[in-house]
């Protein structure tokens, strides 16, 4: 296992492919259907870059990723935790993920998956009305945010202003076909920084194919 | 006076002052303390009645002004905070997830339940009639239902089942032993429990359905009307549907490739199993699911806002154009 420029995460080669991995933050137990690989006394989750635009985004060679461990994080379309739970494993005891999504059955897996990782606080809201749940969160050092909604860059924005510190860094995945099934994806994309860039600082971009196709991840901070 | 704020969130009430530090605060021990709306309220009134705050965050939120939350919410971010973040969160997320449930989930789970057993079933009379017909071909070669057909065998020995479809002899057929026969009939039994199991489920659906869609059921029936709510996800998603979104409901594939390649686009979705669509010429069924869901739209607005029930007007209207 080798460490990344991304503290937190690791690398591993299997045959011709490059893996990433962190540390598990509840030895023994498994998320999804992630591969668990032990060395000496740790023990690693394998990240799935086909279930996680997070991961896809660092194999694409993403420079920054803004999450570190110790940070807080709010996490808007957490759903059942894929991704969540990866990042919860990053930022471990000394931080903090605030995962929000709108759909009670998948924060029901939420839910259970915090049982056991004292590091995540599930919410039920919609990522649309941020003053519904401002008084169950504080500020963080990081916004991310996976909804899949036409307006999302207009809400990702609306999260930012509230509850990002300045200067922290902030991350949105875009899939093309939920924004306008007609447009072009890059046409999409561009619109998309165009929005950021009003409000915020880029840091860079990539397209998450082969592991997901239209799709686009955004890291900015925030002035 | 100088401006004061207070703020109560899962952690407590607090009291801000104009610099945003805090000068007074009450913490809360337990979930109920936040949920209780009265003890909450007179938390809130303790604080108030020393410091008497010119605002309170609630006042604040309803306007535009989160400028003052900004300021606020970064005080809460402390390590110190966090398991009582998790605690109230677990609380609160888990009181909200118990009181979501509501018919819409009932419906969607009755329905998709109707749905698998029926694929159960016909799975399994499949294979019945494989093996049955190593005994009796000619009996289940003559019926067509899977239904009827489990039923029947239950009932009737091979002879009389023989003379009912008027065939004095059995050509293809085995003698087989008692201990053959048996194992075929248990899983007869079983499919039988099945389709009875589905009789049940539909009462319960029609039942749910005339409580809470009365008028969607009257014009769509209740598996059709209940498939379109599935895929709205909810009575207050199907209600707020345009009419051509309902008429095409359940054929998102079909539309999506219309939209990337040019295909022809879909006409219906889910309302392909309505008795006057299926019934009608091809090129007329288009038109007829469209008539649908134009009054679906209007019955699943009234539906949800809880108005009289006009289904047997609007179902009248239809009949007279299409049966
Ligand atoms: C693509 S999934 C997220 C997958 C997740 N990020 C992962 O990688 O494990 C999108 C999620 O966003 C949620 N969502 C969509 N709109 C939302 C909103 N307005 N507020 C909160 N959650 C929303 C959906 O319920 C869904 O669970």
């Known amino acids: ?223 | 006076m100088a401006t004061k704020y207070l703020f109560t969130n899962l952690l407590g009430s607090f009291v801000f002052d104009e610099q945003f530090k805090v000068v007074d605060s009450i913490k809360f021990s337990s979930f109920d303390e936040y949920n209780d709306s009265n003890k909450r309220q007179q938390t809130e009134q303790k604080l108030t009645s020393v410091h008497n705050p010119k605002f309170t965050t609630q006042q604040l939120l309803e306007k535009p002004n989160s400028k003052i939350l900004q300021q606020i919410l970064p005080y809460f971010k402390s390590k110190d905070n966090f398991s009582n973040f998790y605690s109230q969160n677990m609380a609160l997320t888990a009181s909200l997830i118990k009181q979501a449930v509501n018919e819409d989930d009932f419906i969607i789970q009755a329905i998709n339940n109707i749905e698998e057993i029926d694929k159960v079933a016909n799975t399994l009379s499949k294979r019945l009639r494989e093996w049955y017909e190593l005994y009796n071909p000619e009996f289940s070669r003559s019926i067509e239902s899977h239904e009827m057909f489990v039923e029947l065998i239950l009932s009737k020995t091979k002879q009389e089942l023989l003379k009912e479809i008027k065939h004095d002899e059995n050509l293809l057929g085995a003698d087989i032993k008692k201990q053959d026969l048996e194992p075929m009939l248990n899983l007869g039994r079983s499919i039988h429990e099945l389709y009875s199991l589905k009789q049940k489920h539909t009462e319960y659906l029609e039942n749910l359905m005339d409580t809470y869609c009365k008028n969607v059921k009257a014009i769509a029936g209740a598996l059709i009307g209940a498939k379109l709510l599935e895929h709205a996800k909810s009575l207050k998603h199907l209600a707020a549907l345009p009419s051509s979104t309902i008429q095409i409901l359940g054929a998102e594939k079909a539309l999506f490739r219309h939209i990337k390649t040019g295909a022809r686009s879909p006409k219906y979705g889910v309302l392909i199993s309505h008795p006057f669509v299926s019934r009608a010429k091809q090129k007329d069924r288009g038109k007829i699911a469209r008539a649908l869901a134009n009054k679906l739209a209007l019955a699943a607005k009234v539906d949800y806002y809880k108005g009289e029930f006009i289904g047997d007007k609007l179902r009248a209207e239809i009949d007279k154009k299409f049966s």
């Open chain 1, 1 to 223: 296992m080798q460490t990344t420029k991304f503290p937190g995460i690791f690398e591993s080669q299997v045959g011709r492919k490059r893996i990433l991995l962190t540390k598990n933050f509840v030895k023994g137990k498994k998320v999804y259907d992630e591969y668990l690989h032990t060395e000496g006394p740790i023990e690693y989750r394998e990240w799935n870059a086909s279930k996680s635009k997070l991961c896809a985004a660092i194999l694409k060679n993403i420079n920054q990723i803004g999450i570190k461990p110790g940070d807080i994080v709010l996490y808007l379309g957490a759903s059942s935790g894929t991704t969540p739970s990866h990042v919860s494993d990053i930022v471990g005891s000394e931080g903090f993920v605030f995962g929000l999504d709108f759909a009670p059955r998948v924060v029901r897996d939420l839910v259970f998956l915090a049982k056991d990782r004292k590091n995540l606080a599930p919410i039920l809201a919609d990522a649309n009305k941020p003053e519904t749940y401002a008084d169950r969160i504080s500020t963080v050092d990081v916004v991310y945010m996976d909804i899949a909604q036409k307006n999302q860059t207009e809400i990702f924005l609306k999260n930012c202003n509230l509850f990002l510190k300045p200067d922290g860094y902030a991350l949105l995945a875009i899939k093309a076909r939920s924004i306008d099934v007609t447009k072009r994806p890059s046409i999409i994309f561009e619109e998309v920084r165009r929005l950021l860039e009003r409000e915020m600082k880029l840091i860079d971009y990539k397209t998450l194919d082969p592991f997901q196709l239209d799709h686009m991840m955004f890291i900015c901070k925030k002035k």
